[in-house]
């Protein structure tokens, strides 16, 4: 079984099979989603109401990207680590943005927390191989 061959590579890896194990969970029980993301599942929907098909979109792109992510992980392809980081850093910063200005749940500062996090240990390990790396001496 291939593995990822670097500290980097290894948190790209994470984050991708969570991803992906989170999309999956969203399509298969969009309710299930909306209950982690601490969204209320209502028991009757009005016309307009558009939450299964957000639900299925953002499930199925982050299925879609958890995929993306793994593969990258395992060809060991640099410059995506690199390039997840700002881009990660980014949408902590709008997910925490929409917390604050009441747009989603408080619940939903996990999600922003979770990229934060995972964008700082790809970007520390990142910066570990450059600096104390087999390659810096």
Do not use: K
Not at 21 to 31: K, Y
Not at 66 to 77: K, P, Q, S
Not at 99 to 128: H, N
């Amino acid at each position: 079984m291939r593995r990822p061959r670097s500290a980097p590579g290894w948190t790209t890896a994470v984050f991708g099979l969570l991803a992906a194990v989170l999309g999956t969970v969203g399509l298969v029980s969009p309710a299930a989603q909306l209950s982690v993301l601490g969204l209320a599942t209502p028991g009757e929907r009005g016309s307009g109401d558009h939450t299964p098909a957000f639900v299925t979109a953002s499930s199925m792109a982050a299925l879609n990207m958890g995929v993306y992510y793994v593969l990258a992980a395992l060809a060991d392809w640099r410059a995506f680590f690199r390039w997840t980081v700002p881009f990660r850093l980014l949408t902590c910063t709008v997910f925490t943005v929409a917390v604050i200005g009441d747009r989603a749940p408080t619940a939903f500062i996990g999600v922003a927390v979770w990229e934060g996090l995972g964008a700082l240990a790809t970007g520390a390990a990142l910066r570990y191989e450059r600096r104390d790396g087999p390659d810096a001496r």
